[in-house]
């Protein structure tokens, strides 16, 4: 069984200043982890994915996350935000069985100026 | 032009009515998957489709059934729609790697049943 926990629904930061969207895992298996985002009204969209590499992963726009087996986490960081970084971010965890994806419930990113 | 297209963005419809949600894709990709996303519940899972004769049911598949017209066509249709179908629905494409498979989602359509 696998599952996923964002451990915020919302996250509000100021523009230039850091972003840290944290995520916590459970998986029976060695698994794949996946960030997307989801802009207003638009599809999702694939920021990064960890699958056994290298532990320190880099996406699009900036982000990058870090896979801790000790602690079973995901978290998501940027070092600046931008005001198109306003969106909603979900934390995914496969078992690489098939295709199964478990998704978090989203933490919503408001970016103030 | 968007790699997975959904048709159509937006549909308001009656208890009762059966409608249909199309999704086409040109990734070239066998596997196919339609979800419901929820606010606070993420996506989850109706059906999938491993290719044109392989389809199966998700976690939340009641309510639901589903056509693979062809490895590029993957269509949802509600039967008997109801109020709490009413959701935002995504249709997405998977692309096995060495290790996992990645989705690839299309922009959504956003369903209200009266």
């Known amino acids: 069984a696998q599952s996923v926990t964002q451990l915020d629904s919302h996250v509000s930061v100021s523009e230039g200043t850091p972003v840290l969207l944290r995520c916590n895992y459970s998986?029976?298996?060695?698994?794949?982890l996946f960030w997307y985002v989801q802009h207003p009204n638009k599809g999702l969209q694939l920021l990064l994915k960890y699958t056994s590499a290298a532990t320190l992963v880099k996406g699009i726009n900036g982000f990058e996350a870090e896979f801790k087996k000790s602690e079973t986490s995901f978290h998501l960081t940027k070092p600046s935000a931008h005001m198109s970084d306003a969106a909603e971010y979900f934390c995914?965890?496969?078992?690489?069985?098939?295709?199964?994806?478990?998704f978090g419930a989203g933490t919503q990113v408001v970016v103030t100026p | 032009d968007a790699d997975v297209t959904q048709t159509p963005r937006n549909r308001i419809t009656k208890t009762g009515k059966r409608i249909m949600l199309e999704c086409s894709q040109t990734?070239?990709?066998?596997?196919m998957y339609w979800y419901r996303q929820d606010p606070g519940l993420g996506l989850r899972l109706i059906y999938y489709?491993?290719?044109?004769?392989?389809?199966n049911k998700g976690e939340i598949s009641d309510g639901y059934s589903v056509s693979r017209q062809a490895q590029a066509k993957f269509s949802l249709s509600l039967e008997s729609a109801i109020p709490n179908q009413t959701a935002l629905y995504f249709c997405a494409t998977g692309s096995r790697g060495v290790r996992t498979e990645t989705q690839y989602f299309g922009p959504g359509t956003r369903l209200l049943v009266l």
């Open positions: 990734k070239g990709h066998d596997r």
């Open positions: 995914v965890v496969s078992d690489n069985s098939w295709g199964k994806l478990q």
């Open positions: 489709s491993f290719d044109v004769k392989d389809i």
């Open positions: 998986s029976s298996y060695s698994p794949s």
